[in-house]
């Protein structure tokens, strides 16, 4: 038996679960040596800007026990020529293409809402209201319910194509950011961003990164996205993307059952280019061993109960 991989995330059908995070698997094209792209759930794009970005200066990158932790400061081509250039060629791939979407002001997310609205291939639109990395914009609308809820409510008015909220897990309490979003309109929140960290380098007394701080993802995050996945999915009604740290198939199950439709693959993609397909593959072998027909069973089914 061959286990239903397809989800439905809001109105957006995947053929499977597993999506590539933003920012770690470019504009898709470039991963094509390494798997079929048209083997994958989705593909999230990096963060579009109006215009285009160079990013922070080096260092932007530094591994740490167990992930890594990264100030690219939001460097990407920007959405005209995503359009232009990248969207065509995508097109011929049979995936979904989520847009992921950055500004610096609530004007910035609004205009590449409306450039994106009405693309012929984009799937989605993924709303970046929690990028640790840049000086304005991402995190300081992500860290307060009301300026996520006011940034949500006039992209919700920018675009008809189905809109997800991605938090940022550097709050006191990722509900009520969740709340916002479902209140404004998003048809999915997707969970988490990166958490704000410094590495010192001990002999020169300084930051390992220029930015000085950057974003810590991978391994080493993941029971704290698992939990705020837990968490988010008793907060809201409105579909769960869940992401941090999945490496593979087990990892990708324990977002599932905590509640996630859905699941990115994010720092893995460093290491292994292919893995989100592999983590696709091995999860239809979990479900076929057990006999499970279909991945949407399991979706949510954890039981939290103590034990007596
Ligand atoms: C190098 C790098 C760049 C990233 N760029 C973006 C981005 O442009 N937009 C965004 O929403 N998230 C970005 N992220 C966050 C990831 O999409 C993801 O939320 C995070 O890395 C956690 O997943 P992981 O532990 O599987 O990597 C970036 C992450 C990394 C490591």
Redesign the pocket.
Known sequence: MTPDLSVEVGTVRLKNPVLT????FGYGLEFQPFLELAELGGLVT??LSPRPRRGNPPER?VETPAG?L?A?G?QNVGVDAFLRDKLPKLRAFDTAVVA?V?GETEAEYVEVCEKLDGAAGVAAI?L?L??PNTECGGMIFGNDAASLGAITRACRRATKLPMWV?LSPNVTDIRETARAAEAEGADAVTL???FVGMVVDVERRRPVLANVSG?L??PA?RPLAVWMTWQVRGAVKIPIVG????MTARDALEFLLAGATAV?????NFVTPSSAVTVARDLSAWLSKRGIGSVREIVGTLDAGRAS
């Open positions: 995070a933003s920012g770690t990096k963060g990158i890594m990264n690219i939001l992921n950055f993924e970046n929690s990028c991605k988490v961003n990166t974003g993802s991978g995050i992401m941090g740290g999945i990115q693959t994010g720092t893995v």
